[in-house]
Nanobody, 117 residues
């Protein structure tokens, strides 16, 4: 069984920064994709950023966060991070960690990020 534990959400003023962390445990294959999605009230869950597990992992970002958010990971610890800078009120959402191994998707419990104007 795979478990994902997130931390780092909270309340911040516009222009501020937060760093999210997600640690995975359990049976995790070396080849995987980890990342973050977010869901605002009344909206669908959307991709924020994902990163493959290889050395110099490939990243993919939503256009809305490019240049402001940075995803990174520590493969030895099965942990993924999301550094969020220049936060905007529209970044307010529940952020979910995601781990994809082959055809299986695993989700964290979600962490609330609220950006006040």
């Amino acid at each position: 069984q795979v478990q994902l534990v997130e931390s780092g959400g909270g309340l911040v003023q516009a222009g501020g920064s937060l760093r999210l962390s997600c640690a995975a445990s359990g049976r995790i294959f070396r080849s995987n994709v980890m990342g973050w999605y977010r869901q605002a009230p009344g909206k669908q869950r959307d991709l924020v950023a994902v990163m493959t597990s290889g050395s110099g992992g490939t990243t993919n970002y939503a256009d809305s966060v490019k240049g402001r958010f940075t995803i990174s990971r520590d493969n030895a610890k099965n942990t993924v991070y999301l550094q969020m800078n220049s936060l905007k009120p529209e970044d307010t959402a529940v952020y979910y960690c995601n781990l994809r191994i082959q055809l299986n998707n695993y989700w964290g419990q979600g962490t609330q990020v609220t950006v006040s104007s």
